[in-house]
């Protein structure tokens, strides 16, 4: 189980395959497992580096005040520490917040940048949310029951659950394998989500980007696609029909399919 000092924190990674680097960044409450299905895929292509973030999985778990930009600042640690100047970066959800903020700030450590249901800057809907999934898990007092009780009715259409009860089940099970988070770092990290503005910082991202969404997502919908896109020079949108707010689970293929065709046409210069 590799760990690496990274500042003054230790962090959990895994890596498979071989080829260019690319950096996957969970989102939240979850750790570096979670990108399991597109993994398998992108390992034939990419040395895919899987990281656990500060507060969560393997990682350390320090008290103190979460953001976006620490988190970015901990992954460019990390990329120094393991010896990667450059890498494709990739995340949803928090994962992509920290992702702008990486390649906004650490542009000559960035190939490619893809932001999965990402957003610029928290607004108020999406603010009310999150602290509706902070209630659920300091009255549950688990976060793994707050995941699949709170945050999975936004990831998921509710085709999906009646279609495939048993997928359903599975992703359960998945998240009841996974390291248990502590209520207090995911509520350090959920206040990193509820505080994040990158608006200003998305002018400072020079590396080719890809911003996705699902179009049934509520939480971050399509009305954070225009200001992305516009304020990322260069950048293109995918949108994933028949998906909310985690594609990569609910229509693997094509997920894993488009997100490689933009990875390949974007190598290290």
């Not at 990390?78 to 992509?96: D, N, P």
């Not at 509520?187 to 989500?193: F, G, L, T």
């Not at 225009?226 to 990569?248: K, M, T, W």
Request: aromatic content about 10%.
């Amino acid at each position: 189980m590799p760990t690496v000092r990274a500042g003054d924190l230790s962090v959990y990674y895994e890596t498979s395959g071989s080829g260019e680097p690319l950096v996957l960044i969970p989102y939240l409450a979850a750790d570096q497992a979670c990108y399991a299905f597109q993994v398998a895929d992108y390992a034939k292509h990419f040395t895919c580096i899987s990281v656990d973030l500060r507060g969560a999985g393997l990682s350390d778990k320090p008290a103190g005040t979460y953001t976006t930009e620490l988190f970015a600042d901990d992954v460019a640690a990390f990329m120094q520490a393991i010896g990667v100047e450059r890498a494709h970066v990739m995340g949803l959800s928090l994962g992509a917040a920290t992702g702008m903020w990486l390649a906004a700030k650490y542009p000559e450590k960035v190939t490619s940048l893809s932001l999965h249901s990402a957003w610029p800057a928290t607004d108020p809907f999406l603010r009310t949310v999150v602290e509706g999934w902070q209630v659920m898990a300091r009255g549950l007092a688990s976060v793994p029951d707050m995941v699949i009780q709170g945050i999975f009715p936004w990831c998921y259409t509710p085709e999906l659950y009646a279609a495939k009860p048993e997928y359903i089940q599975s992703l359960i099970d998945f998240v009841r394998s996974r390291p248990v988070q502590p209520v207090d770092a995911f509520m350090q990290a959920s206040n990193a989500v509820i505080a994040h503005d990158a608006l200003g910082q998305l002018g400072r991202i020079t590396a080719p980007t890809l911003i996705t969404f699902g179009r049934h997502d509520v939480i971050t919908s399509t009305r954070f696609a225009e200001p992305l896109r516009q304020g990322i020079s260069g950048s293109e949108v995918v949108i994933f029909e028949g998906c909310a707010h985690a594609p990569i689970y609910e229509n693997v293929e094509e997920f894993n399919q488009r997100t490689l065709a933009f990875l390949s046409a974007h190598p290290a210069p």
